[in-house]
């Protein structure tokens, strides 16, 4: 169990909360408004990030809930999932469905193409015109280059995300294979990464060209070079 106020602990205030809980107060005890803004000063809305953690199972209660309790003091009855080990806050968080706000500006963000592979929504798989893309924003547990476990969205093409492995995306093995790259590799993949698109080959231009064209004409250009 890490320590609640290790500075090298990266971590939101409701995990150091519940760290603080533990270690500082004890299972029974009580604590004031006062003693937590104390515990996270700068920190705003300390105490909600900390009722958060009912939704995991922790028990605190006010003296609205507990009669023996000054108004100023609540109560840490018992506790519940151990947030601070990601796989646990996992399996017990509570999924909040994504907004269609939300999916229109991740969507937009990745120019309304699968992140996996590539395909635009309504657009036919090469290896299966009879089938289209249909995209949808769908949520990934990641591993940040400094180690940290977020949950991000992303986009995704309804056959990708069949194809989803239940392991996390790993952003941090991504940097170190980046970082072995030979210098000129890697700034030419840092100039596509400011692009947003890699840069493509006259054979790829020509062929997305080609791609775009009705069928018809495309039957006339496979008679030009089969000739």
């Known amino acids: ?27 029974g005890g009580t604590f004031t408004k006062g003693q937590l803004r104390n515990a996270f000063p700068g920190v705003s809305q300390a105490d909600r990030r900390l009722r958060d953690l009912r939704d995991y199972g922790w ?4 003296n ?3 009669a023996t309790l000054l108004a100023e003091d609540q109560r840490f009855v018992k506790a519940g999932v151990p947030v601070w080990d990601p796989a646990a806050r996992r399996a017990a ?6 907004s269609a706000k939300e999916k229109q500006s991740v969507m937009a963000r990745d120019g309304f193409m699968c992140t996996v592979c590539g395909i635009a929504g309504a657009e036919p798989y090469i290896d299966d015109s009879n089938q289209t893309a249909v995209l949808s924003v769908t949520r990934r547990e990641t591993i940040l280059p400094d180690g940290r476990h977020e949950t ?12 989803f492995q239940s392991f996390p995306a790993r952003a941090d093995e991504v940097l170190a294979d980046i970082k072995a790259l030979d210098p000129s590799e890697q700034r030419r993949l840092v ?5 947003g698109r890699r840069g ?8 997305n060209a080609y791609r775009r064209l009705p069928a018809a004409a495309r039957d006339e250009i496979q008679s030009q070079l089969e000739a």
């Open 93 to 98: 968080a509570p999924q909040k469905a994504i």
């Open 64 to 66: 609205t809930e507990d």
């Open 191 to 195: 100039h596509w990464a400011k692009r």
């Open 59 to 62: 028990v605190i209660l006010t």
């Open 152 to 163: 991000l969205l992303l986009t995704e093409c309804k056959r990708c995300r069949a194809g």
């Open 1 to 27: 169990m890490p320590t609640w106020n290790d500075p090298e602990l990266k971590a939101g205030t409701m995990i150091k909360g519940a760290l603080w809980l533990v270690q500082e107060v004890g299972v």
């Open 200 to 207: 493509s080959t006259p054979l790829e231009r020509a062929w």
